[in-house]
């Protein structure tokens, strides 16, 4: 199967940055998505950026909250994903999980699997 272990979590204050890394390793064939969702304290886990070669390759999609402050980077060959992070703000304090969605070998199907998380706390 596919394990997803993430780095670079950790407190910076607002207007700072941080640049998160999600290496994926294990039975690979191909993965179709990769990215970054989050989960603040009593918040339900949402979408942060994600980049997709399910139709169109490198397909960057983010959410309208993150959108010019966040920059989501694939390294396909070393199967690594980063998230820079600039301009954090107090409400971006989550943790983040590594998503990927992805095939394992030729006999399985596409399956959704997630990182541990890492904590990112925004304060001052």
């Known amino acids: 199967q596919v394990q997803l272990v993430e780095s670079g979590g950790g407190l910076v204050e607002p207007g700072g940055s941080l640049r998160l890394s999600c290496a994926a390793s294990?039975?690979?064939?191909?993965?179709?998505?990769i990215g970054w969702y989050r989960q603040a304290p009593g918040k339900q886990r949402e979408l942060v950026g994600t980049?997709?070669?399910?139709?169109?390759?490198?397909?960057?999609d983010y959410a309208d909250s993150v959108k010019g402050r966040f920059a989501i980077s694939r390294d396909s060959v070393k199967n690594i994903v980063e998230l820079q992070m600039n301009k954090l703000k107090p409400e971006d304090t989550a943790v983040y999980y590594c998503?990927?969605?992805?095939?394992?070998?030729?006999?399985?199907?596409?399956?959704?699997?997630w990182g541990q998380g890492t904590q990112v706390t925004v304060s001052s």
């Open positions: 294990g039975s690979i064939l191909k993965i179709y998505v």
């Open positions: 980049i997709s070669d399910d139709v169109v390759a490198n397909y960057a």
């Open positions: 998503y990927c969605y992805a095939q394992p070998h030729f006999l399985s199907g596409r399956q959704a699997y």
